[in-house]
């Protein structure tokens, strides 16, 4: 074998062998980067498993405190519902004294002569039970004499006094009622109109 080929084949081998080594060295260097990838993968599973046990950990108390919040609604409503039966009862029992007068009133007007003692009486009962509606903020609309306003008047009739001011109110024929600043029932009412005199020449 000729000089020259054993040089070429002995470059050829140290190739081979370098080329070998090389490819070892890749492999190794990928397979020390799969190993980093792994170590990575894992630690960023941990940390997911980790917010998950978080995120399961806020669902739960997120769900205690629904419950809770539920549990509290039902207590303040029973709370509630206690306390305005209580107030209707202590006033059906206020009303239901203001009818024990109203019957004594009528017994007393079957059994005395004395009506006008009996027509004090029922005014004196009428005076009570206005005083009960206060209480739970139904009050008159003073409309006697006042000048008339549709938002708590309702004019049912119109008279012509000339001695009375245009637009007042001479007579009521039903009461009206305010429930504190709301108008409940307007009063029915007859107004005061002026009528203009034409002078046609």
């Known amino acids: 074998m000729s000089k020259k080929k054993k040089i070429f084949n002995k470059e050829i081998k140290l190739l081979n062998k370098e080329k070998k080594v090389k490819l070892i060295e890749d492999k190794s260097e990928r397979l020390k980067l799969l190993e980093d990838?792994?170590?990575?993968?894992?630690?960023?599973?941990?940390?997911?498993?980790?917010?998950?046990?978080?995120?399961?950990?806020?669902?739960?108390?997120?769900?205690?405190?629904?419950?809770?919040?539920?549990?509290?609604?039902?207590?303040?409503k029973?709370?509630?519902e206690k306390e305005f039966?209580?107030?209707?009862?202590?006033?059906?029992?206020?009303?239901?004294?203001?009818i024990?007068?109203?019957?004594r009133a009528i017994d007393s007007l079957q059994k005395t002569e004395d009506k006008n003692s009996v027509i004090d009486g029922i005014v004196m009962i009428d005076k009570k039970f206005h005083q009960v509606l206060?209480?739970?903020?139904?009050?008159?609309?003073?409309?006697h004499g006042e000048a008339f306003d549709p938002s708590k008047h309702d004019a049912i009739s119109v008279v012509s006094l000339p001695d009375i001011p245009d637009g007042r109110i001479v007579?009521?024929?039903?009461?009206?009622?305010?429930?504190?600043?709301?108008?409940?029932?307007?009063?029915?009412?007859?107004?005061?109109?002026?009528?203009?005199?034409?002078?046609n020449d």
């Open 78 to 80: 029973k709370e509630y």
């Open 37 to 76: 990838e792994n170590v990575k993968l894992k630690n960023e599973t941990e940390n997911l498993k980790g917010q998950l046990e978080k995120s399961k950990e806020l669902n739960d108390k997120y769900l205690r405190k629904i419950a809770e919040f539920e549990n509290h609604k039902k207590i303040l």
């Open 134 to 143: 206060e209480k739970i903020g139904i009050k008159r609309i003073e409309s």
């Open 100 to 103: 024990d007068n109203f019957d």
């Open 171 to 199: 007579e009521v024929c039903q009461r009206g009622y305010f429930m504190g600043e709301k108008v409940l029932r307007p009063s029915k009412v007859i107004v005061n109109r002026i009528e203009e005199e034409n002078n």
């Open 85 to 98: 039966e209580d107030k209707m009862a202590r006033m059906m029992n206020e009303i239901l004294d203001v």
